[in-house]
């Protein structure tokens, strides 16, 4: 990785433990972060926005007994948690009271946020520091605004940290190639960290990216390897895709991908995990886990020796693109 950041090639994926879509206990949070350091992973990815400080907060207490060289922890910037007793349902996916997120992209909204991750992550540093959810998946019309302020304010922000020692390395976290690509020719960036878009699934929408940072040596964080559930099953597919119910047409191109894991006796979810490591410009792939079984898993999943013929077949189906670079 980039300014000498170290990455495992499985990374914790801390969304879940931020109570996303269902609560999670706290000695459940703390098993999983535990079995995760006992099997080796030393980068754990997370975020004020999920559980609005829960997943930051459990993966610093889990993690205060460690000596600091010996993980990575990356976290975002872009929205603000702020007190909010009215809140009692979850529109956002998270499932905690008292609080709400919002966007802000400036100067000091960066620094506030940063700062009260350092607090919630009981830490003096942070290794990696993504700039979250710009683009207009998210923002839709406010796109050209938002990004703006994220080119004249956030990003020059998070630079002056990075160049203080705060923070090791800079990047983007978010769930389309095209404001990466957008960012790219007005920015330096360190790394990005790409939701969902490089994936057994989807390639096509990543193609531009994947082949912009192989060249320019920009390393890849590929999270949502399952297509938020899609591909997580071992068996068949999940009921959700991009964080909604998934479409008929989607589910069908699932399907197909685990008949043919199936042929070769293949976790399809284990296929789904080891994919996106091929590609050259991809440094590490960050997996959602909630609990002690799911880190197990995903291991297993890791070290699961997956044919050649697979791939091959696949491609030959159309169900991998053409142009995609296949494990070995």
């Given at each position: 990785m980039a300014h000498g950041v170290s990455?495992?090639?499985?990374?914790?994926?801390?969304?879940?433990?931020?109570?996303?879509?269902?609560?999670?206990?706290?000695a459940d949070a703390r098993s999983a972060i535990d079995e995760a350091v006992a099997h080796g992973i030393r980068y754990f990815d997370t975020a004020p926005f999920y559980g609005h400080g829960l997943?930051?907060?459990?993966?610093?207490?889990?993690?205060?007994g460690h000596p600091r060289a010996s993980f990575t922890v990356s976290t975002k910037v872009g929205r603000l948690i702020l007190d909010d007793d009215s809140r009692r349902e979850f529109p956002d996916g998270f499932a905690v009271q008292g609080s709400r997120a919002v966007f802000d992209y400036s100067r000091e909204g960066v620094q506030r946020s940063f700062e009260s991750?350092?607090?919630r992550l009981g830490v003096d540093y942070v290794d990696i520091l993504y700039l979250h959810d710009i683009g207009r998946m998210t923002h839709g019309e406010r796109h050209p605004?938002?990004?703006?302020?994220?080119?004249?304010?956030?990003?020059?922000?998070?630079?002056?940290?990075?160049?203080?020692?705060?923070?090791?390395?800079?990047g983007l976290g978010v769930n389309e190639q095209e404001?990466?690509?957008?960012?790219?020719?007005?920015?330096d960036l360190d790394c990005i960290m790409l939701a969902g878009r490089y994936t057994l699934l989807e390639q096509r929408n990543a193609t531009g990216l994947m082949e912009r940072a192989q060249t320019r040596g920009i390393p890849i964080v590929v999270a949502g390897p399952y297509n938020s559930g899609?591909?997580?099953?071992?068996?068949?597919?999940?009921?959700?895709?991009?964080?909604?119910?998934?479409?008929?047409s989607t589910r069908e191109r699932a399907r197909s991908i685990y008949e043919e894991c199936a042929a070769e006796q293949i976790d399809g979810g284990a296929?789904?995990?080891?994919?996106?490591?091929?590609?050259?410009?991809?440094?590490?792939?960050?997996?959602?886990?909630?609990?002690?079984?799911?880190?197990?898993?995903?291991?297993?999943?890791?070290?699961?020796?997956?044919?050649?013929?697979?791939?091959?077949?696949?491609?030959?189906?159309?169900?991998?693109?053409?142009?995609?670079?296949?494990?070995?």
């Amino acid at each position: 990785m980039a300014h000498g950041v170290s990455v495992s090639p499985l990374a914790f994926g801390g969304a879940p433990l931020g109570n996303l879509y269902a609560p999670v206990s706290e000695a459940d949070a703390r098993s999983a972060i535990d079995e995760a350091v006992a099997h080796g992973i030393r980068y754990f990815d997370t975020a004020p926005f999920y559980g609005h400080g829960l997943s930051e907060s459990r993966i610093g207490r889990a993690l205060a007994g460690h000596p600091r060289a010996s993980f990575t922890v990356s976290t975002k910037v872009g929205r603000l948690i702020l007190d909010d007793d009215s809140r009692r349902e979850f529109p956002d996916g998270f499932a905690v009271q008292g609080s709400r997120a919002v966007f802000d992209y400036s100067r000091e909204g960066v620094q506030r946020s940063f700062e009260s991750s350092l607090e919630r992550l009981g830490v003096d540093y942070v290794d990696i520091l993504y700039l979250h959810d710009i683009g207009r998946m998210t923002h839709g019309e406010r796109h050209p605004e938002v990004l703006q302020m994220a080119l004249d304010e956030a990003l020059p922000a998070m630079a002056a940290l990075r160049d203080s020692g705060a923070v090791g390395a800079i990047g983007l976290g978010v769930n389309e190639q095209e404001v990466c690509l957008e960012v790219l020719p007005r920015f330096d960036l360190d790394c990005i960290m790409l939701a969902g878009r490089y994936t057994l699934l989807e390639q096509r929408n990543a193609t531009g990216l994947m082949e912009r940072a192989q060249t320019r040596g920009i390393p890849i964080v590929v999270a949502g390897p399952y297509n938020s559930g899609l591909l997580a099953g071992a068996a068949g597919p999940g009921e959700t895709y991009n964080y909604a119910p998934v479409d008929e047409s989607t589910r069908e191109r699932a399907r197909s991908i685990y008949e043919e894991c199936a042929a070769e006796q293949i976790d399809g979810g284990a296929a789904a995990l080891q994919f996106p490591l091929a590609h050259p410009a991809v440094a590490c792939v960050v997996a959602g886990m909630r609990s002690a079984a799911e880190v197990s898993s995903a291991v297993k999943r890791m070290e699961t020796r997956i044919p050649a013929a697979l791939w091959y077949r696949m491609q030959r189906r159309g169900l991998v693109d053409a142009t995609a670079v296949l494990p070995r």
